[in-house]
């Protein structure tokens, strides 16, 4: 997939650890883990507005994206 979640960049950067964020988002550790490891399909909007608004940052901050060499 070319999309790339950097939650665990960005968390590192404001030195916030997974039960911590999790607390503050209310966001089950499973789920934040999921997201951390890139690991998820999909995540709503409301999930990455209270993950902006813990973590000070902007979704670019969160989300990029990466072109997928192809694979002939």
């Known amino acids: 997939m070319g ?4 939650l665990d960049v960005v968390m590192a950067q404001r030195k916030i650890g997974l039960t911590d964020l999790s607390k503050q ?13 890139n690991k998820a399909k999909a995540i709503r909007f409301s999930t990455l507005e209270a993950l902006c608004r813990a973590l000070n940052c902007q979704p670019g901050d969160l989300i990029s994206f990466e072109e997928e060499p192809d694979s002939q």
């Open 25 to 37: 988002v209310d966001i089950t550790m499973a789920n934040l883990s999921i997201l951390k490891n």
């Open 3 to 6: 999309i790339i979640i950097n």
